[in-house]
């Protein structure tokens, strides 16, 4: 989604006001549907490596992630070897957690040989059908049934660093579910929509 002209003075989540990082991300890409493997599994990555952390620190590294992990193409990290492990522990661009690291490429390993169906289609397949809009940011959840039952699901195909909480921001980033709050203009421009 292109930048909203003269956006600067528009009502927003309240997470969103911390950072010119945070306004472009959560006017930009936060909750918009997002689909495609290697989009898909860049986000399901950065919420692993972001659990912890600040997002804030995850939004700023995004662009050395991308090229570390080669833009997030399944196959090839899929391919990383223990020499690629060490490449990404040396590199000050990214967060550089081993167990991390070692989960993203066994998450590709993972992706590519137990979902047949493709991660797409898997993850967007918890995605519910109805879901209540916050009225403020006390009502955000953190976690929800359909979180919960993906980070099971994940999980059971051997995927590593995507529990309920994960699993949920992931959701949220992705458009999987609409947290914007009732106040945001995001909020507003969708409910414009219908």
């Known amino acids: 989604m ?35 493997e290697a989009a898909l599994f860049e986000r399901m990555s ?11 620190v995850i939004l700023r ?16 990290v899929a391919a990383f ?6 490449r990404l522990l040396a590199d000050a661009g990214i967060v550089r ?3 991390k690291i070692e989960a993203t490429i066994a998450n590709a390993q993972a992706v590519r040989g137990a979902v047949p169906e493709g991660l797409d289609v898997l993850l967007w397949s918890f995605a519910p059908a109805e879901h ?8 955000v959840r ?10 099971k699901e994940l999980k059971r195909r051997g ?10 921001a992931l959701m949220q980033a992705t458009g999987m579910v609409d947290d914007h709050v009732v106040t945001c203009w995001r909020a507003v421009e969708a409910a414009d929509r219908t």
């Open 2 to 36: 292109p930048a909203v002209a003269g956006a600067a003075d528009l009502p927003r989540c309240g997470w969103a006001t911390s950072a010119p990082d945070y306004v472009a991300y959560h006017d930009d890409e936060w909750g918009y549907p997002l689909h495609g």
């Open 46 to 56: 950065l919420e692993a490596f972001q659990s912890g952390l600040s997002w804030l």
């Open 61 to 76: 590294k995004r662009p050395a992630f991308r090229a570390a992990f080669r833009e997030f193409d399944v196959d090839t």
């Open 81 to 86: 070897d223990a020499d690629d492990v060490e």
């Open 97 to 99: 957690n081993r167990a």
């Open 132 to 139: 209540a809009r916050p009225r403020s940011g006390d009502e």
């Open 142 to 151: 953190a976690t929800s049934p359909e979180s919960v039952a993906m980070a």
């Open 159 to 168: 995927l590593r660093f995507v529990g309920p909480t994960t699993a949920y």
